[in-house]
């Protein structure tokens, strides 16, 4: 396929809402297919998704260039524009993703619980597809491979808003994976976009109830806010990810430093990347020196307190932290820096300005571990490990469609198991209720 870099013409909210409505009418159809499909025949399709974006690679690349060659010289941050980057190395990871799907057990007909009651009746509570699931994102497309696959295991049809920034590569994978399906006899209406529609689109996906079963936002808090309040679809809201950093006056150094390393610096414009440090004051002597400069060797801009900036290198710039900077999710080489007393101190910093995304801890004090992750309310918390793990395919789910910060229905990582209902299955023999 060739790549569009026409101006597109102006949707409007009527025009968008009839295209939504048939593409999400096609989707409901296509989820009636999925709902019966078996495991052999989705895991079949997904190892076919995964080769054809392999073999496909180049044309994936050539759309990806276009748009992050655009975003880029439209002032995109760095942090951002390697967040939309895809590499021939990265479609390998993403395709692989795809073959770990494959290799998961199928959530689908799984009994939740079950019983036969003192009348007879046996029950049964048994997962089942949600259905048509809607997705609405910004600038990751790799999270178009990641929503369509979880989708596809979990027996769900799926509808994409990948946002402008990555329109070309969307459309690109979106393509591909549609030919895939349809190379095992699966509808390639199972994974569609109404990234044509644009901004009325995205509307549209938020008001169409009765078509659309979920909608799962991923983005800055803008997007989600939007989402959350407009939709009347249900959501399943992902978070933001203000992610701390805890240093207990026990940690060990080496292994502290390169935690803070990996979570702040191995890829900054994620949501699981640490965004503010938090330092026991008995650890300002041998950790805090040792972070902050090697916070400034690799590149990444402190805002840091009063104690801090006294410990920082002489070659360091580091700016004044205010209350912005504890509550700001950088997604750029920034971190925020504070020195705290005690572990009470910095538990209750945690609560002030976390997002309820990632927290960690590096202790070797069992005692100050167990106050962490019980006094804590937050999706994921980690002891002596990056935030960075915080991950569905990290944590062995294969993928993720996103991180919940909520605490209905899902929370943290969402992989397959998210992705699906329950339905109750009641048999008797000739049972009626007195």
């Known amino acids: 396929m060739s790549v569009d870099t026409s101006t597109p013409t102006p949707i409007t909210d009527e025009q968008a809402a009839a295209g939504v409505r048939e593409l999400a009418e096609s989707a409901k159809g296509a989820a009636q297919t999925l709902r019966s499909a078996t495991r052999a025949t989705k895991d079949a399709a997904l190892l076919a998704l995964a080769g054809a974006l392999e073999a496909e690679q180049n044309m994936i690349l050539a759309a990806n260039a276009v748009d992050t060659e655009r975003e880029a010289a439209s002032g995109m941050s760095p942090g951002l524009v390697d967040r939309l980057r895809l590499t021939p190395e990265r479609i390998t990871t993403i395709a692989d993703a795809l073959r770990e799907l494959a290799g998961l057990p199928d959530p689908v007909g799984e009994v939740v619980r079950g019983q036969t009651l003192p009348n007879g009746l046996t029950v049964r509570q048994v997962r089942v597809p949600m259905g048509v699931v809607g997705m609405i994102y910004e600038a990751r497309p790799n999270v178009t491979v990641d929503a369509a696959g979880l989708a596809l295991k979990s027996g769900n049809a799926v ?177 925020a820096v504070r020195v705290v007393p005690d572990l009470d101190t910095a538990l209750a910093h945690i609560r002030t300005w976390s997002s309820g995304h990632t927290e960690a801890i590096c202790s070797n004090d069992v005692r100050a571990i167990q106050r962490f992750t019980s006094e804590l309310d937050s999706a994921a918390l980690l002891v002596n490990a990056s935030t960075r793990f915080t991950d569905g395919g990290q944590l062995g789910l294969g993928a993720e469609i996103g991180i919940s910060t909520q605490k209905l229905h899902a929370r943290g990582p969402m992989g397959l198991a998210e992705l699906t209902t329950t339905t109750w299955i009641v048999q008797g023999s000739g049972h009626v209720r007195p």
């Open 159 to 335: 509808l994409l808003r990948g946002g402008s920034a990555a329109a070309a590569s969307n459309e690109a994978i979106v393509s591909v994976l549609g030919d895939a399906l349809e190379s095992v006899g699966l509808p390639r209406t199972a994974i569609q976009s109404v990234d044509r529609y644009g901004r009325p689109g995205a509307r549209a996906l938020m008001r169409a109830r009765g078509l659309v079963d979920v909608l799962i936002p991923r983005g800055g808090a803008g997007l989600i806010q939007t989402v959350v309040t407009e939709s009347i679809v249900p959501v399943i809201e992902t978070g933001v990810g203000n992610c701390h950093l805890y240093v207990d006056a026990t940690a060990d150094v080496d292994e502290a430093l390169a935690i803070l390393l990996n979570a702040k610096t191995q890829r900054v414009g994620v949501c699981n990347a640490v965004e503010t440090l938090l330092v026991h004051a008995d650890a300002t002597q041998t950790f805090l020196p040792a972070a902050l400069a090697a916070l400034d060797e690799a590149g990444v801009r402190v805002h840091g307190d009063e104690t801090s900036r006294a410990c920082a290198p002489p070659s360091a710039d580091v700016e004044v932290a205010t209350d912005e900077d504890w509550g700001t999710e950088y997604l750029s080489m920034d971190i």
